[in-house]
């Protein structure tokens, strides 16, 4: 047999057996309860990634779990930019208090904000940690 192109067909080769998927690897379950208000807060985020809400929970679940307490999250980054404009503002009303600010003086200033903003965010964690633990009875 041939095709309208003059050629001979040449046929499939048989189907391999289709590789299981991840979803039919997933036999465990975990179940929640939640409020309405709390429902809709949570079909709302899966809905606005595009996501069904099984594998946005899934994805939320897991991308928790997998954070260890040494990466630097959203939170601590923030927190170190605060402490660096905080830096800046003590020390620009310091300085500015005395008399005209150069450009040097606000270089200065900022290099050193940066250069402590990490530390200082990581110290007041640190302080955080130490008033929030069971021991300490406080909080």
């Known amino acids: 047999m041939t095709s309208p192109d003059g050629k001979t067909p040449v046929s499939a080769p048989p189907a391999a057996p289709a590789v299981p ?10 179940a929640t309860r939640l409020t309405d208000a709390e429902f809709a807060e949570v079909e709302s985020a899966a809905a606005s ?8 929970l899934r ?6 779990a997998r954070t260890t307490g040494e990466e630097k999250t959203t939170d601590t980054v923030l927190l170190a930019e605060l402490m660096a404009l905080r830096s800046l503002i003590v020390n ?8 005209p ?10 290099t050193y904000a940066d250069a402590i903003k990490d530390q200082k965010a990581e110290e007041l964690l640190a302080r955080e940690r130490i008033q929030t633990t069971p021991e300490s009875g406080e909080k």
């Not at 998927?21 to 975990?30: F, L, V």
């Not at 620009?92 to 008399?99: E, I, P, Q, R």
């Not at 600010?101 to 900022?110: P, Q």
């Open 21 to 30: 998927t991840s979803e039919s690897n997933r036999t465990k379950s975990i």
């Open 49 to 56: 990634a595009g996501k069904k809400l099984a594998e946005w």
């Open 59 to 64: 994805e939320a679940a897991l991308a928790q």
């Open 92 to 99: 620009l009303f310091a300085v500015a208090s005395k008399g």
């Open 101 to 110: 600010l150069s450009d040097e003086t606000l270089r200065k200033i900022s």
